[in-house]
């Protein structure tokens, strides 16, 4: 069982230690790149450029190709080929059989979305990789985000393993006592309840002590809070930032330009 | 400022506590569906619970951020969907602010409710995003549809529209069996606890009620479907 659940790899390298504002901006940057640049092969010119150098430069290559290959290549491979197959259009028949024709046009349209989508969920991947997740939230509410987000997302990344832990109790103990939980659909509808009531009921319960508990805390009090750890925002991320957002800009008025003339 | 003092007042602590676990929830449930190989997500059960307790707001709130931590801790592929939980927790909620969530028969129309919106706001999601066939397994109705000829708007949204309502009817009935399992000194701590107050009467009567319900709607909606978009 999994600790605490997260993506990140603790190493040193510039890429960790950038702003991790600095680091949303270019996951958000590489995204709408690929999604709004009027040049075909934008995506791909950004993999290869962009997310796989920045994958060594953040000294997480071999972690980063893990992921990749088993969350996004999948994923990404299967849209392709759904693609490739059926979306109708086109006039280059490649090829066909029974009753499908691949034409050049769905196959090159099915490997630009193929490559848009890996490159959106890889780069975010990349920030995953590189950020801890608390690092990511002292420094959004350092910046104004109310405390209570803060709160929500990291609790949760901390309840999650916990009640994922109580779930595989629970199955184990209801399978030790004779609860069917693999034979027909029927039985598995019924297997429901025994496994849901326990695991919810369990921990609402626990919602109300720790109400109380964070209340006696000052989890409600407006003033502002310290924080034990500065997060470093440096001249080379604003540069950065600022670079990312000029970049957006200018492909943006380029697609309305190309399609204007 | 009306609205924004009311949605405040809907932001209690135990609404911020409530907020992680119903995460979890959605979270652990989506795994104990797959361990036993059921053809549905139940995946925002957390959330309508949230959304019928605590309101809107806070139901939408929780759907998003659910998504965001799907993204963040299992899946990055979760993040452009945020929308649809978004609105599921909306739509839950408004649903139980005008007395939808009081009993069987009206859970299941709150679900069938929620379904409709969740199909019609992730249509251009996939169709924009994916370019209409995503990574799911129902996208080989979707595929098929194309393949007749349809266009991909149509398609995509005949086959969420296909698929969402047993998921969603049974997400709502199952987070009103839990409100229902919940004592009511308990439910009175959240910030509303009228949503749910149980009306009572035969059980029985209320399920059949349910049912027939839910076909009738089934069947207007694909009449409907056929006929204007068809």
């Known amino acids: 069982m999994q600790e605490r659940l997260s993506f990140y790899v ?14 949303l901006f270019i996951v958000f940057g590489l995204v709408l790149l690929s999604f709004i640049s009027p040049w075909y092969w934008t995506p791909h010119a950004l993999i290869l450029i962009g997310i796989i150098p920045l994958s060594f430069f953040g000294r997480v290559p071999r972690e980063f190709f893990r992921v990749a290959s088993r969350l996004i290549l999948p994923v ?51 920030f995953l990789l590189t950020t801890h997740p608390s690092e990511l939230m002292s420094d959004l509410t350092r910046r104004g985000l109310p405390g209570q ?25 209801q399978r030790s006592r004779g609860l069917d939980t693999e034979s027909s659909f029927r039985k598995r509808i019924g297997a429901l309840v025994p496994l849901v009531g326990p695991l919810v009921f369990g921990s609402l319960v626990e919602v109300e002590e720790r109400a109380i508990a964070i209340e006696a805390r000052g989890f409600t009090s407006t003033h502002t809070k310290t924080s034990l750890y500065e997060i470093p925002d440096s001249t080379v991320d604003k540069v ?10 200018f492909t943006f008025a380029s697609r309305f330009f190309i399609v204007s003339s | 400022m009306k609205f924004i003092e009311s949605v405040k007042k809907d ?18 449930m989506g795994q104990i569906v797959v361990t036993l190989r059921l053809p549905v997500y139940l995946d925002s059960i957390g959330t309508m619970l949230v959304a019928a307790l605590c309101g809107p707001w806070a139901g939408a709130l929780t759907g998003t951020l659910s998504n965001v931590i799907w993204g963040l801790a299992i899946d990055p592929n979760a993040f ?16 139980a602010k005008g007395g939808l969530f009081k009993n069987w028969w009206k859970v ?11 199909a019609i706001v992730s249509t251009p999601i996939a169709v924009y995003l994916y370019g209409g066939i995503t990574a799911s397994g129902s996208s ?91």
Not at chain 1, 103 to 113: C, D, H, K, P, R
Not at chain 1, 240 to 249: K, M, N, S, T
Not at chain 2, 108 to 118: E, P, R, S
């Open chain 1, 10 to 23: 603790k190493r040193e390298s510039p890429l960790h230690s950038l702003n991790p504002l600095t680091k």
């Open chain 1, 76 to 126: 990404s491979g299967f849209l392709f080929v759904m693609q490739s197959l059926f979306q109708p259009g086109g006039t280059n028949v490649l090829f066909s059989f029974w009753f499908l024709t691949v034409t050049l046009e769905s196959v090159l349209y099915g490997f630009a979305n193929a490559m848009r989508i890996f490159v959106m969920v890889s780069s975010f991947t990349l």
């Open chain 1, 149 to 173: 987000f803060a709160y929500v997302i990291i609790s949760t990344l901390q309840i999650i393993p916990q009640m994922q832990a109580k779930a595989n109790t629970i199955i184990a103990a």
């Open chain 1, 240 to 249: 950065v930032r600022w670079g990312l957002i000029l970049l957006i800009l």
């Open chain 2, 11 to 28: 932001f209690n602590t135990m609404t911020w506590v409530l907020i992680p676990v119903a995460i979890a929830i959605n979270v652990v």
């Open chain 2, 80 to 95: 452009p969907w945020w929308p649809v939980a978004f609105f599921i927790g909306l739509v839950t909620g408004f649903c």
């Open chain 2, 108 to 118: 299941a129309v709150t679900g069938f409710l929620v379904a409709l919106t969740a």
């Open chain 2, 140 to 230: 080989f109705i979707t595929a098929y549809l194309l393949q007749t000829g349809r266009g991909v708007f149509e398609s995509v949204f005949s086959t969420n529209f296909l698929v969402e309502p047993i998921d969603k009817i049974s997400t709502a009935l199952l987070a009103f069996a839990i409100i229902q399992g919940l004592s009511k000194r308990f439910l009175a701590r959240f910030p509303r606890p009228e949503n749910v107050e149980i009306e009572e009467g035969a059980t029985r009567t209320q399920l059949f009620i349910a049912i027939g319900l839910v076909i009738v709607l089934i069947l207007i909606a694909a009449f409907v479907l056929v006929n204007f978009l068809g």
